[in-house]
């Protein structure tokens, strides 16, 4: 099983729609999640952290946790088209003390 | 700029050079990490800096690679006698002391490195 796993997609969404991104995590211990975006040849940025339980918002962005299920998730309301990107989840693990566990990402396209 | 600065943006090396990519975080940051992301795959943890100090490195391959964060001067990552498997873009990333940990890291721009 992989520390962290996301569908790797593509995820198609129609502009304006909500594109929902999901992500499932092994270790129970893990405390810090975090989502970035990353275009293709670009270095990954940072959109949402989220360290508790339920739904965080920002903007257009909302993370949901459930530590009970081991599952994070993001929601983009009103995609655009400049949100085409891979989308990547990371986790901190228990045990680590820094170190980020990166899932392989999901490859969202956002279509006119 | 207040952003992690890496440089250079591209490195070309000939196998059995060696290769050093510079970090500098983000001012106020003290803490550092080394990402490697080979091409089609996620990126995956190296090395976790403080100044003067290595805190996680189970990321290190056990040979040829090491990292250093002095007290003056940016972190750097060297590859010792590179092999055509390094060719990777790395990444470093900050976050602020205090409750360092846990805080979101920033990554830089990366360094595209190419083994010939």
């Known amino acids: 099983q992989k520390e962290v796993e996301q569908n790797s997609g593509p995820l198609s969404v129609p502009e304006g729609a909500i594109a929902s991104l999901n992500c499932t995590y092994s270790?129970?211990?893990?405390?810090?999640f975090f989502w970035y975006r990353q275009y293709s040849g670009k270095s990954p940025e940072l959109i949402m952290s989220i360290y508790s339980n339920g739904d965080k918002e920002d903007g257009r962005f909302t993370a949901q946790l459930n530590k009970a299920s081991q599952y994070v998730s993001l929601l983009i309301r009103d995609s655009q088209p400049s949100d085409s990107a891979t989308y990547l989840c990371a986790v901190k693990p228990g045990t680590s003390y820094g170190k980020l566990t990166f899932g392989q990402g999901t490859i969202l396209t956002v279509h006119p | 700029n207040a952003g992690v600065m890496q440089n250079p943006r591209h490195l070309v090396r000939r196998r059995g050079q060696e290769a050093r990519l510079r970090c500098s975080p983000m001012?106020?940051?003290?803490?550092v990490y080394w990402y490697r992301q080979l091409p089609e795959e996620g990126l995956k943890f190296m090395v976790y800096l403080q100044k003067e100090n290595i805190i996680d490195e189970s990321g290190m391959p056990k040979e040829r690679f090491s990292a250093e964060f002095p007290k003056e001067g940016p972190s750097i990552l060297r590859i010792q006698q590179v092999v055509r498997g390094d060719s990777a873009a790395y990444f470093c990333?900050?976050?602020?002391?205090?409750?360092?940990?846990?805080?979101?890291?920033?990554f830089g721009d990366g360094t595209r490195l190419s083994i010939l």
């Open positions: 270790d129970r211990g893990s405390q810090s």
């Open positions: 001012k106020g940051h003290s803490h």
């Open positions: 990333a900050s976050s602020p002391s205090g409750q360092g940990s846990n805080q979101p890291q920033h």
